[in-house]
């Protein structure tokens, strides 16, 4: 068997290699090995949740370690501590922090850091992206977006988690005389950029799996690329069981976590991988991986990602939570 291609630099289907398992661990715990063989683990902090005011930076996405593989003897323990995404806040107050992931035991220590918050009332650039440490791939997660503005109200994305190095960092808003807002970012690429000039409000478009959102320069609103694809993570990260979720068999299992995903539009469509789109009013919440929009208040992140900023008539949504997801072959 071929185990250089667990964990491809891009998307796209790849060898199946004989997966057979795959969990994924939304809580803290300790898991027991069940079997000898070689293990891949994505191990991914919390996002931070977005700044409300009216010039508001983006929260920044948990960073990613990635062990492509790695021989676990069965039996070995390994202790998972799952980061808590950055709270939300109300007018006036800077976004939080998320918490950092980590899996320790078999001879890793890998973490996956959590996103900074975004601050206010400053031309800055938004929350940072986690740091990632101890895996083969490790990939810090996708900035908040900046908010510049002269008049009106400016307000960034939150940053995306990076599954294979791409920039996945917020959109940022300029207002020059109307309200901007930028998109979330996607898990293979960024949020697109917003500038309100004066005559209507400007839009950037969510990043995607495999693309970034498009750009909405002078009061435009952007929409998606509109890509399609199917990854086993929908499947997997749709379960809200309080410890894991076990899926058995995955013979359809290609590249895990990386597959392309339908992109969304202006009117919140979302998929797995997508960041949502800036709005007028809230942003729609975001999917695994992406961070979501800048608002009128923003929605809440679901897996590492940013929340968007906010401007002070509404309130930012909570960065996503932290996880861990571990794959395993067939016995040796």
Known sequence: ??????????????????????????????????????????????????????????????????????????GTRLVITIGAGGAGVSSGNFGNSGGATTVVGAGLTLRGGGGGGGVINSPQNGGAGGSASGGDLNYQGGRGGTATRTSSNAVAGGGGVSLWGADTRGGDATANGSQAFGGGGGAGGRGGDATGTGSGNAYGAGGHSTASGNDAPNDASATGPN????????????????????????????????????????????????????????????????GTGGGIGSGNAFIGGGSGGSSAAGSTGNGGQGIVIITWMHPL
């Open 1 to 74: 068997m071929n185990f250089g291609t667990f964990q491809g630099p891009g998307p796209g289907p790849q060898p199946n290699n004989g997966f057979k398992r795959q969990l994924a661990f939304p809580v803290s715990t300790t898991w027991i090995a069940p079997v000898t063989t070689y293990y891949m683990i994505h191990c991914v902090g919390a996002g931070g949740s977005g700044g409300c005011g009216a010039q508001a930076q983006g929260g920044g996405a948990g960073g990613c370690a990635i062990k492509n593989r790695v021989l676990i003897n069965q």
């Open 227 to 290: 890509l399609s694809g199917t990854m086993v993570a929908d499947y997997l990260l749709s379960q809200n069981n309080s410890v894991s979720t076990a899926i058995n068999p995955l013979g359809d299992l290609t590249t895990p976590l990386s597959n392309s995903y339908a992109g969304n539009d202006t009117s919140g469509r979302l998929t797995a991988g997508s960041g949502s789109s800036g709005a007028s009013g809230s942003s729609s919440g975001a999917q695994a991986w992406g």
